[in-house]
């Protein structure tokens, strides 16, 4: 299956101060980027996006806009190729249509298994009891 690439005028960049440590870097260069993608004004087709929207991903807003947060590297550059290339790992995860579950009758071998199991539990469970005295 060939892997679904989003064109860069689907999604919008921003460089942002990066979280944690860095030192006296820190304070003054925008290396993380966010990411944002909206997935209901995107080019992909309606079960693609029914799929995404499904995910139930904390990252996908309630307005169906996914947003992702790469600071990983110090470098601007990596990070923003970092965003993109998680966006497209998250959006072909999807790609592959689920495959539809047949539903199958138990063998019969597996039935008498699970009768057996059934009554020898029956069994130990009824030789809890006090015992008659005579």
Known sequence: ?????????????????????????????????????????????????????????????????????AQRHRSQ??????AIERLHAWVNQVARPPAVRHATRPTLASRKRRLEGKTRRGHIKAMRGKIAAE
């Open 1 to 69: 299956m060939q892997p679904i690439v989003i064109p860069d005028s689907e999604f919008e960049l921003t460089a942002m101060r990066a979280q944690g440590a860095g030192g006296q870097n820190v304070n003054k260069v925008s290396s993380a980027v966010h990411l944002r993608f909206d997935i209901r004004a995107s080019s992909l087709d309606e079960a693609h996006k029914a799929r995404l929207l499904a995910l139930r991903d904390a990252r996908v807003s309630s307005e169906g806009v996914l947003i992702i947060k």
């Open 77 to 82: 550059l990596l990070n923003r190729q970092d």
